[in-house]
């Protein structure tokens, strides 16, 4: 199976391993520091699951030079998306398929608008990995799992070939019928973690600890939930519920990758995540007063500090 790993990061950079390890024909575009050290010493996977180095991998920075892929497995940050799509363009053939695994819904309205609706398959990952350094992804706690489908639902023959390579690669996976459904479901956990996290500047426990941060976190995830069940997302109308619920299990230090963004003065993700919330509240009608506050609120620091 030929696989084309679209941004090297950390995870892009950690399933791309296992699949190439596994004997996947595997590409991967990275940029910088990242590309210079995937060329001169390779990629390694630190991991409670199992460390790996692979001392010689296929690296590019330019795409269209890889000809026709399977498989693009699509992990650029956000602001990178309708960029990062046209890019692989030359990639795509009539059976490939381009699966994301970024944060958000609006990243596959974006990738078919730039490929085509055939070209896309779902996707939702739950993972915490990250780019130690050029050339190393440290993987921490033991979840790595990829949740992927066709839109249709059906069980296509690039899904079945996907599933089969992640099992001979040890990757946690599962198919879903209902794909659109799955992305919202995590969509609605990750802008409230994001967006409360990143507003307070504070962990989980000190939010969920607060009575007045616990119903902020509520209300963004609630306003999320009603904004899906809008577009005809089926999540249940107490949903927000289950996940502050879902939150009281996680660890008391958690934050979110828009939360280290912050405090590292990285650019922000929030237009594509409460921002989205906010312009689809717009288009339908309904009010999403918190998620407004974190937009504007983060507003100031979503293109990070200069230098």
């Known amino acids: 199976m030929r696989v084309t790993i679209m941004g090297t990061g950390g995870v892009g950079g950690y399933f791309g391993a296992r699949l190439a390890n596994a004997g996947c024909d595997v590409t991967f575009v990275a940029r910088g520091a990242q590309l210079a050290a995937l060329r001169e010493r390779g990629l390694r996977i630190e991991s409670p699951l199992g460390g790996l180095h692979l001392p010689k991998v296929r690296a ?5 030079g890889i000809g026709e892929t399977d498989l693009v497995l699509f992990g650029v940050k956000l602001w990178d998306t309708a960029f990062a799509a ?4 030359p990639l795509v053939g009539e059976q490939t398929a381009v699966v994301s695994f970024q944060n958000g819904v609006v990243k ?13 398959l779902g996707g939702v990952c739950y993972i915490a990995a990250t780019l130690a350094e050029p050339g190393v992804i440290r993987h921490s706690g033991n979840m790595q799992k990829l949740v992927f489908g066709e839109y249709d639902g059906k069980t296509s023959a690039r899904v079945t070939r996907f599933r089969d390579a992640c099992a001979a690669a040890g990757i946690e996976h599962e198919l879903s019928g209902c794909i659109r459904q799955t992305i919202w479901e995590k969509f609605v956990f990750l802008v409230g973690l994001s967006g409360a996290t990143a ?3 504070m962990s989980i426990g000190a939010i969920r600890g607060n009575q007045r941060a616990r119903a902020f976190l509520r209300d963004i995830m609630d306003e999320a939930v009603q904004v899906a069940r809008a577009e005809g997302v089926a999540l249940p109308v107490d949903y927000a519920s289950d996940r502050l619920a879902f939150c009281d299990q996680l660890p008391t230090s958690m934050t979110s990758s828009m939360h280290n963004d912050l405090e590292r003065g990285s650019r922000l993700e929030v237009p594509w995540l409460s921002g989205d919330v906010v312009s689809r509240g717009e288009r339908l009608g309904i009010a999403t007063p918190c998620n407004r506050a974190v937009l504007d609120i983060l507003s100031v620091h979503v293109e990070g500090r200069p230098g």
């Open 60 to 64: 590019t920075d330019e795409p269209a």
């Open 86 to 89: 046209e890019s692989i363009k």
């Open 108 to 120: 596959d309205d974006i990738l078919r608008a730039a490929l085509g609706a055939s070209q896309v």
């Open 199 to 201: 507003t307070t500047r």
